[in-house]
């Protein structure tokens, strides 16, 4: 994949110089103070790159439901967070993200932790690269400590220039 730049993995790529055992930590940190929300679920980012991106959920009480578990809206939280970035790493700087639409089907009980893992293919990056504006199903896949699918979502991302003609 050629090289791209953007303000986002720009910001990701200062954290390189971080001493690899405070590398992710910090990371986290700064990603979650860009996007409030994520941050105040404490949403962890082990891999953020143009490739893929991969974040975490604790299964802790602020994020929790009435059965201990983590609760739905952060479970939608979670894997909107991992593909929103994942657009986010390729989008040109003229460019404004929107989540256009959320589709998450509840199958079984979560255990422990999530891990939420979002790609776009070669073919959608050239596409968020180059189009003025479009749309893209953005593919991901959330799992528990169990190796389980507790959820199935479908994230359809939108891009329109930051400056209306």
């Known amino acids: ?27 986290s940190k700064a990603l979650g103070s860009y996007v409030k929300f994520a941050g105040t679920a404490g949403i962890d980012f082990e891999t953020i790159s ?19 578990g983590v609760h739905a809206a952060a479970m939608a939280l979670l894997a909107e967070t991992a593909t929103g970035f994942a657009l986010g790493m390729n989008l040109p700087d003229d460019k404004l993200p929107l989540l256009k639409s959320m589709k998450v089907e509840y199958k079984k009980r979560a255990q422990g932790d999530l891990k939420a893992v ?16 479009g749309d893209v199903l953005v593919p991901v896949t959330v799992t528990d400590e169990a190796g389980n699918e ?13 400056k209306r003609n």
């Open 150 to 162: 507790p959820i199935l979502c479908e994230m359809v991302w939108a891009w329109v220039p930051k």
């Open 50 to 68: 143009t490739e893929q991106v991969v974040c975490h959920i604790r299964n802790v009480s602020k994020n929790q439901n009435h059965i201990k």
């Open 1 to 27: 994949m050629e090289k791209f730049s953007n303000a986002f993995s720009r910001i990701v790529a200062k954290f390189e110089k971080v001493p690899a055992p405070l590398r992710r930590w910090a990371r």
């Open 118 to 133: 979002a790609a776009l293919t070669a073919e959608q990056i050239g596409s968020v690269r180059t189009l003025e504006k």
